[in-house]
């Protein structure tokens, strides 16, 4: 198994001086060196061939041991130095000072077809970071983030990636709801892969610290690495910088509103200074359309994290960067003037996503108000917004209101609810839309093709997840694989896999694991 290791993070920062793995306060530095623990029985539970390719392995590569032993942890690649990342965050609001990688551990980093990938293992033991924690991780969380990852890519949203899934062969004690009711699960190490897992909360620890020299070193190592578009000097060149972390952040965050996916727990150490999408805990998609709805069942109170919000928290943590990014800039207006065109930017991106969406391509000014009606009617009565926004391209500019408003009723969860005033409202925007369509540049052919490009048939809802934990619990890996390969034509008709293009049912409504979810892991 070779794989071309070229480590820059842990070459080009400073690292910890203390060597010993405890848990303390690590100052001065980017990263502490720590060895992953060795596991007593490990075994592959599946493997992303697609990833493999992309940093130069072979599904051969994957059969063999080294390979195991590597992506689990029990042996270190020659010629490298595993760490874990120093940062800190603001989680729900609120400063929580140093956090870093509790439970993550980078191998290396590698360079196939002029991409570079570091390499990480989530799950494999302690590090300076772990606080009061094992520093492992339970099947259920990685079999979610390893689906998830992937899911994503395949649906075109910026995120890490999975290489591997395997079964570490330890048990694993965790407290699912943090109710008090702590049990075994089996243990599982995922192996995922980013260009990078700099985070913003990278940046504020050293700010928060006043340790401006790392800062400055580690902006500018990010900068020469992964914005090397940035030709700019001086002051302007960190301005350049949160110009373009903003931008991406953005387009992620578009990209979320488009699927229905709601990340759950937007802190700043979970935010990706590219703008990918990190750390899948409790995520999950929207079923019915609710701008309200969290999976998160530590946000649940104050749905900070809730759907409709994650535009303003994209916002909000960019301003949290900014502060951290202050100390090499030293005025308040131009860092100001960057975030004062978030919102413009994201309105202008946002309303043409959702004209997509509608198979609107040639826009208009009352296309906002069309929008914005749907959005209201869709809350009326619990609506699948997966199903109604696919159902939507089958929709022709010829069709009457009643036959068109018959094309997407079965998104509804509770039909008999959709009558009277309901029914009113849906048959005057089916009335509105009509009308509207008359004048798109695309025919209905055209426009359907173009509407299901940006309207995905299969995302990864939670109880498909869950059916997938169940099994895998029981030793059986099927339902895993029949996901893993559905969900990388997510935007493909897959007769085989119509069953799966279905509302959420009843019994997983208020199911642990299909509805609410906690950080535990």
């Excluded at 004690?173 to 109710?179: P, T």
């Amino acid at each position: 198994m070779k794989l071309n290791i070229q480590d820059t993070f842990n070459k080009e920062l400073p690292a910890d001086t203390i060597l010993e793995n405890s848990r303390r306060q690590v100052v001065n530095s980017c990263y502490s060196f720590v060895t992953p623990t060795k596991t007593a029985k490990p075994s592959l539970v599946h493997v992303s061939k697609e990833m493999l390719e992309t940093i130069g392995l072979t599904s051969e590569d994957a059969k063999s041991d080294d390979f195991l032993n590597v992506f689990t942890g029990n042996e270190i690649l020659e010629n490298t130095q595993p760490f874990a990342m120093c940062y800190g965050g603001h989680q729900f609001g609120n400063w929580a000072g140093q956090l870093g990688d509790g439970r993550a551990i980078n191998l290396t980093e590698i360079v196939h077809n002029n991409k570079r990938w570091a390499i990480q293992l989530k799950g494999a033991g302690e590090t300076p970071y772990s606080r009061t924690a094992d520093g492992l991780a339970v099947l259920r969380s990685s079999v979610r983030e390893y689906l998830c990852s992937e899911a994503m890519f395949h649906l075109g949203v910026p995120t890490t990636r999975a290489l591997s899934l395997s079964l570490s062969g330890s048990e694993v004690l965790r407290d699912v709801m943090y109710n008090g009711n702590p049990a075994y699960e089996k243990g599982a190490i995922v192996s995922r892969l980013a260009p990078s897992f700099i985070r913003f909360g990278n940046f504020e620890i050293l700010a928060s610290r006043q340790d401006i020299e790392t800062l400055k070193q580690l902006t500018d190592y990010t900068i020469k690495h992964f914005y090397p578009g940035i030709s700019s000097e001086g002051k302007q060149k960190y301005l350049d910088f949160l110009t373009e972390v903003r931008n991406k952040t953005i387009d992620m965050i578009v990209h979320w509103q488009r699927v229905g996916f709601v990340h759950g727990v937007m802190n700043t150490d979970n935010m990706s200074i590219l703008g990918l999408t990190i750390d899948y805990g409790p995520y999950g998609w929207l079923e019915g359309y609710d701008l309200g709805w969290t999976p998160n069942t530590t946000d649940i109170q104050n749905k900070r994290y809730r759907f409709e919000n994650q535009p303003n928290i994209g916002i909000w943590n960019l301003l949290k960067l900014a502060n951290a990014l202050y100390p090499l800039i030293e005025e308040v207006d131009p860092l100001q003037e960057i975030l004062n065109d978030y919102h413009a930017i994201f309105k202008e991106k946002y309303l043409k996503m959702l004209q997509e969406k509608i198979g609107l391509f040639s826009s208009e000014e009352s296309d906002s108000e069309l929008i914005g009606r749907l959005e209201e009617t869709l809350q009326l009565t619990e609506t699948d917004m997966t199903i109604f926004f696919r159902n939507l391209a089958n929709v022709s500019a010829n069709d009457d209101v009643d036959s068109a408003f018959k094309k997407v009723t079965n998104a509804f969860y509770v039909l008999d609810e959709v009558r009277g005033e309901i029914k009113d409202y849906w048959q005057d925007w089916f009335k509105r839309y009509l009308q509207r369509l008359q004048r798109e540049i695309f025919s209905n052919t055209e426009r359907k093709i173009k509407m299901d490009l940006v309207n995905p048939k299969y995302v990864l809802r939670n109880y498909m997840a869950q059916l997938a934990i169940d099994d895998a619990d029981k030793g059986d890996y099927k339902l895993i694989d029949e996901l893993y390969q559905m969900l990388k034509n997510p935007y493909s008709e897959q007769p085989k896999n119509e069953k799966w293009f279905a509302k959420r049912p009843e019994w997983a409504r208020n199911k642990v694991g299909c509805s609410m979810l906690s950080c535990s892991s």
